[in-house]
């Protein structure tokens, strides 16, 4: 690793991943992540790692702003085009650093939780890397237009509490993801941009699986807990005022990523409530 917010070198796996964390470049960050492996006998699930300032790191471009402050861009112009691919990178590499945050952050957890969310994190670096790769190929680098915090300040809520980052990020804002793919893919494809489609389906493909990662933890804290998952998620959204969910959903996908019907008709019920006021 060559950034130089990588100063120490840790021993454990799960401090490397803090140190990965820290590393400003999403570039080098990315790479060094896929290079990265680790075997279960190598994590001390009991190691208690304290916060380091800098977290995560971030490199000076793109800036960060409000959601609102986003200029809307019709997607059949190049920059419109690859404002869309650029926004979708940086909700990758904030993917990746999301992924890291939970293998150094929370301890006492199995073995698989830390392999799980490493693998988590290689599969958002590859798709930070085919984005970043297809954003240069048309003309445009990863930080030159704005994007907002939406994901890491949801972390930064959750920070104390795995149970509610397991529910409001994988199974909320990630889950998003699964909703939002097939019409982006179409926007896609609907300007000829057929190599975007394609890195569309390996993130979906991908993304159900995490989101089915973030839903076995989440359960197996709830038994462990001896909590009802359906009511415990809407207490937490509430508590942590994560954003109200409105359709259209991709059910297919939410189901292959592990929700149950029961979820899925809360989703729908919230969505009804939603829709009538």
């Not at 907002?148 to 998003?176: C, F, I, N, Q, S």
């Amino acid at each position: 690793m060559t950034d130089k917010s990588h100063n120490t070198a840790p021993h454990t796996t799960r401090a490397l991943a803090q140190q990965l964390l820290l590393m400003s470049s999403p570039h080098e960050k990315a790479l060094a992540v896929r290079q990265f492996t680790a075997q279960a006998s190598s994590i001390d699930v009991a190691e208690k790692i304290n916060e380091v300032p800098g977290l995560p790191g971030r490199p000076a471009r793109p800036p960060l702003v409000h959601p609102s402050q986003l200029k809307h861009r019709a997607v059949g112009t190049p920059q419109g085009r690859a404002s869309l691919i650029h926004a979708l990178a940086h909700i990758e590499a904030n993917a990746i650093n999301l992924a890291l945050d939970a293998v150094w952050r929370f301890d006492s957890m199995p073995q698989r939780f830390y392999l799980d969310w490493l693998q988590v994190a290689r599969e958002e670096a590859l798709h930070f890397q085919l984005l970043s790769t297809h954003l240069n190929d048309i003309g445009f680098s990863y930080g030159d237009f704005p994007a907002h915090d939406g994901l890491w300040e949801m972390a930064e809520k959750t920070k104390y509490d795995l149970l509610a980052r397991l529910a409001l990020v994988p199974r909320t804002l990630e889950a998003r993801g699964l909703d939002a793919c097939p019409a982006i893919k179409n926007k896609l494809v609907s300007v000829g941009d057929r190599k975007g489609a394609d890195i569309l389906d390996i993130i979906l493909r991908d993304e159900i699986g995490h989101v089915a990662i973030g839903n076995h933890w989440y359960r197996y804290l709830c038994v462990q807990q001896d909590i009802n998952p359906v009511s415990t998620y809407a207490t937490l959204s509430d508590t942590y005022g994560a954003q109200k969910l409105k359709g259209p959903f991709n059910l297919q996908a939410r189901r292959a990523a592990g929700f149950d019907e029961a979820e899925i008709a809360q989703l729908c019920a919230t969505e009804d409530e939603l829709s009538q006021k």
